[in-house]
């Protein structure tokens, strides 16, 4: 099927370990996007990709890294796991920001 | 800054009623706004964009509307059933041209049998 797949569906860290967080999409969008989503908080913006190569910074990017080496894929690094990032994170993708929005099923990452 | 508030946070109400949601935003200068809904524990779907030329769009049960000049969107749900017991974000732009989306908090909508 057709969409937006993340990996793992969910995930323990201890403090100050690394993951990456895994985000495939089949459908040839240009843009990605990572979310984090807090209870009560919304979503927030994490990094976005406008193609392949290209990244930049959103609302809340520090203790994150991404890269966009090709169109499907747009993997969230996290380095030196703290508990404020203990979150939902989503992934979605758009043909642009004409269109509508494609998420992922999320991923729950709990740092202790 | 953009900024979405969305009123109510939560809602309750009884099968078959009508109902409204609201949005707002701070910046009118948007290209188009969307709406989508939220399952416990599952991501988001898409339920209409609107984009800024148009006044309203509509899905089944569902019509939104869009009022640039005075930064407000409704959402209106016709003869609510429990299955629409979700909760339900608005979005938009954050900023001209290919931006991405900034998200209200939501209203979480409970429909009781």
């Known amino acids: 099927n057709a969409g937006v797949t993340q990996t793992p569906k969910f995930r323990i860290l201890k403090i100050g370990q690394s993951m990456t967080l895994q985000c495939a999409q089949d459908?040839?969008?240009?843009?990605m996007y990572w979310y984090r989503q807090d209870p009560g908080m919304g979503l927030k913006l994490i990094y976005y990709?406008?193609?392949?190569?290209?990244?930049d910074k959103g609302e809340v990017p520090n203790g994150y890294n991404v890269s966009r080496s090709t169109t499907e894929d747009f993997p969230l690094r996290l380095e030196l796991a703290a508990p404020s990032q203990t979150s939902v994170y989503f992934c979605a993708s758009s043909r642009d920001s004409n269109y509508g929005y494609t998420f992922g099923s999320g991923t729950r990452l709990t740092v202790v | 800054k953009q900024e979405v508030t969305q009123i109510p946070a939560a809602l309750s109400v009884p099968e078959g009623e009508n109902l409204v949601l609201n949005c707002s935003f701070t910046d009118s200068a948007i290209y188009n706004l969307q709406w989508f809904r939220q399952d416990p524990g599952k991501g988001l779907t898409s339920l209409l964009l609107?984009?800024?030329?148009?006044r309203e769009q509509t899905s089944g049960r569902l019509n939104a509307s869009l009022d640039k000049s005075s930064g407000r969107s409704t959402l209106y749900i016709a003869a609510s059933q429990p299955g629409d017991s979700a909760t339900y974000l608005c979005?938009?732009?954050?900023?001209?041209?290919?931006?991405?989306?900034?998200f209200g908090k939501g209203t979480r909508l409970s429909v009781i049998a």
């Open positions: 979005a938009v732009p954050r900023g001209a041209g290919n931006t991405p989306l900034v």
């Open positions: 609107i984009q800024s030329s148009q």
């Open positions: 459908m040839n969008h240009n843009y």
């Open positions: 990709s406008v193609g392949a190569g290209i990244t």
